[in-house]
């Protein structure tokens, strides 16, 4: 076609349509994919997405697994094998003799365990409670309201998580020795309440949840203590649980200030009661891990019965890629 065949527009008359141009599947599959929403794009490995990648980081994983997995599998191996056979390294996997429950047998019927785990129950339950909620007040206060001094104390706040806490155990004992509270559950209890990096986990969450229901709820006449409990406590429980957890644990497994702080039998954790079981004999590999065992028992039942919180409140607070 020349220049000549083309139509030309008569001003008094219609514009002439124009030739017809045949669209592209790529225009056509683009514009059919322009209203909807996009796909996201997919997540690989940070090593790659080839195939051998994939295969180097899931044999990485796995030895790192068996590696972690090895000691626990020891003890739980030990603590079912007699004393002869738990010091007999020929026979480290299988035992000679058979597997025996005469290490937890031992450990029972030498300590009062009903006792130390009912004061590690106790213990435990009281420390977390109260961990919990003024850990919740408290990031609360640093996120939701302002105060004189707000920055200082939060700043002083976050440097008490770089503490040891070994190093507050002398002035924790003369405290509790100033106020005759020593060898009682309060001695033991209160010192462990204080937990810094809770604060820290919580007033980060808190500052995570929308404004806006706190403003709608000041409306219908809400104070900061309606609030903090009836509207961001709820929107909080997987995170509550996972810090409730980890605190629960943490004060299960303390066992360097009960054991200062107490020295009546009757007030002994399991961790504490547990090392005052020996031998004279010296050292006895199957009572030993059969302690070990009946002491983090109670802790993985209460993992089994809870981890599905520990993993929504990761995922909630974006540190699983939601």
């Given at each position: 076609?020349?220049?000549?065949?083309?139509?030309?527009?008569?001003?008094?008359?219609?514009?002439?349509?124009?030739?017809?141009?045949?669209?592209?599947?790529?225009?056509?599959?683009?514009?059919?994919?322009?209203?909807?929403?996009?796909?996201?794009?997919?997540?690989?490995?940070?090593?790659?997405?080839?195939?051998?990648?994939?295969?180097?980081?899931?044999?990485?994983?796995?030895?790192?697994?068996?590696?972690?997995?090895?000691?626990?599998?020891?003890?739980?191996?030990?603590?079912?094998?007699?004393e002869q056979d738990a010091s007999d390294p020929l026979h480290w996997l299988l035992p000679a003799h058979g597997f025996t429950l005469q290490g937890f047998s031992t450990v029972w019927e030498r300590g009062d365990l009903p006792?130390?785990?009912?004061?590690?129950?106790?213990?435990?339950?009281?420390?977390?409670?109260?961990?919990?909620?003024v850990s919740a007040m408290a990031g609360y206060a640093f996120s939701r309201t302002l105060?004189?001094?707000?920055?200082?104390?939060?700043?002083?706040?976050?440097?008490?998580?770089?503490?040891?806490?070994?190093?507050?155990?002398?002035?924790?004992?003369?405290q509790m020795l100033s106020l005759r509270l020593l060898d009682t559950y309060a001695a033991v209890i209160l010192p462990q309440t204080v937990a810094p990096v809770m604060v820290f986990i919580l007033k980060k969450h808190f500052d995570s949840l929308p404004h806006e229901l706190e403003e709608a709820a000041r409306i219908d006449g809400a104070g900061h203590w309606r609030i903090f409990w009836s509207v961001l406590l709820p929107l909080s429980r997987p995170m509550l649980a996972a810090v409730s957890i980890f605190v629960f644990?943490?004060?299960?497994?303390?066992?360097?200030?009960?054991?200062?702080?107490?020295?009546?039998p009757a007030?002994?954790?399991?961790?504490?009661?547990?090392t005052s079981v020996k031998d004279a004999y010296g050292i006895q590999y199957a009572q030993s891990m059969a302690?070990?065992?009946?002491?983090?028992?109670?802790?993985?039942?209460?993992?089994?019965?809870?981890?599905?919180?520990?993993?929504?409140?990761?995922?909630?607070?974006?540190?699983?890629?939601?």
């Open positions: 076609m020349t220049s000549t065949d083309l139509p030309v527009r008569d001003a008094s008359g219609p514009a002439p349509h124009a030739p017809h141009v045949p669209r592209t599947g790529r225009v056509t599959a683009v514009r059919r994919r322009a209203p909807g929403p996009r796909p996201r794009p997919r997540t690989h490995l940070t090593l790659g997405d080839g195939r051998t990648t994939r295969v180097l980081a899931l044999a990485a994983l796995a030895v790192m697994a068996l590696v972690w997995l090895l000691p626990m599998a020891w003890a739980l191996l030990t603590a079912f094998k007699s006792l130390w785990m009912l004061n590690s129950l106790l213990i435990s339950a009281a420390v977390t409670v109260i961990t919990v909620l105060f004189a001094g707000r920055r200082w104390l939060f700043a002083v706040t976050v440097a008490a998580v770089l503490v040891p806490p070994q190093i507050l155990i002398v002035p924790w004992f003369q644990i943490g004060a299960w497994n303390n066992f360097l200030w009960p054991f200062i702080s107490t020295s009546d007030l002994m954790t399991l961790p504490v009661g547990i302690s070990a065992v009946l002491a983090a028992l109670p802790l993985v039942v209460v993992f089994m019965f809870f981890q599905r919180h520990i993993v929504k409140s990761v995922a909630t607070t974006g540190l699983g890629g939601q």
